[in-house]
């Protein structure tokens, strides 16, 4: 929106992690989550797009579902630093488990960071009781 020149008067991200963040985990636990028959369809996406994309051929490409365009932009997307304030509403399970407990956003940050935690699991902010919890603090940020 800023490169656009719109006025952005409040960025708020909700429980994202910055490109490079991940959860913290073993070696066996990635080579089983890595194995794991149900993730064959994202191994293989992930194949297309190491393949695909440095050949500059992501148009061979055709997006079957919803996910697959949103991990092909999520592999893509390359932050610059933003120069304004960020509120970052964090899950406690990811704030413990990621390798960052920012999620990557401190190095992006040129202006302060906030960061509002959440209880809970990032598939449980959308829901009761903790969904009110970020509710009102979002309000309560949007209000300001």
């Not at 079957?64 to 390359?78: D, K, M, P, Q, V």
Request: net charge positive; aromatic share 6%; charged share 25%.
């Amino acid at each position: 929106l800023r490169a656009a020149g719109e006025t952005v008067s409040t960025l708020a991200l909700l429980d994202c992690f910055a490109p490079g963040v991940t959860l913290k985990s073993n070696y066996l636990e990635r080579l089983r989550r890595l194995l794991n028959p149900n993730r064959v369809r994202h191994l293989q996406e992930r194949l297309y797009y190491r393949v695909l994309q440095p050949l500059g051929l992501r148009r061979l490409r055709h997006m079957r579902t919803i996910g697959e365009a949103h991990r092909w932009a999520h592999w893509n997307y390359r932050p610059r630093p933003y120069p304004n304030p960020i509120d970052l509403f964090i899950a406690a399970e990811s704030e413990e488990q990621a390798t960052d407990p920012l999620l990557g956003w401190g190095k992006l940050a040129g202006g302060d960071l906030t960061v509002h935690p959440i209880p809970g699991t990032h598939g449980l902010l959308v829901k009761s009781p903790h969904v009110e919890v970020m509710a009102e603090k979002l309000q309560r940020l949007l209000d300001r």
